[in-house]
């Protein structure tokens, strides 16, 4: 079975930096393209984060771009996603996804949703002075 474990969130003040991690295991991560999405409190869930399976190719939203780095440890079956400047507005739970179908190019067009992938339980990140 597809397990997505989360860790590395927590409090943090405007400015700072956290690093997440998605430990992956139950198919073969190597040649899957992996996802981080974010749900602000009372906010939809937001594409935050896209890297392809042998690490080539990344994606960032808008609103974290030149902030957010993606990256992954095949050898690991790791994701990660390293958090700078962080900002208020970066206040979310935040997700590992896999598993969607189609390419980026497509997937990209609509908001993500729990009914497509496999999704981890989520991390929080709260960042605040």
């Known amino acids: 079975d597809v397990q997505l474990v989360e860790s590395g969130g927590g409090l943090v003040q405007p400015g700072g930096s956290l690093r997440l991690s998605c430990a992956a295991s139950g198919f073969t991560f190597s040649i899957n393209w992996m996802y981080w999405v974010r749900q602000a409190p009372g906010k939809g869930l937001e594409w935050v984060s896209v890297i392809s399976s042998g690490g080539g190719s990344t994606y960032y939203a808008d609103s974290v771009k030149g902030r957010f780095t993606i990256s992954r440890d095949n050898a690991e079956n790791t994701v990660y996603l390293q958090m700078n400047s962080l900002k208020p507005e970066d206040t979310a739970v935040y997700y590992c996804?896999?598993?969607?179908?189609?390419?980026?190019?497509?997937?990209?067009?609509?908001?993500?949703?729990?009914?497509?992938?496999?999704w981890g339980q989520g991390t929080q990140v709260t960042v605040s002075s």
């Open positions: 996804v896999t598993g969607y179908a189609g390419s980026w190019n497509t997937v990209r067009l609509k908001a993500p949703s729990k009914r497509s992938g496999y």
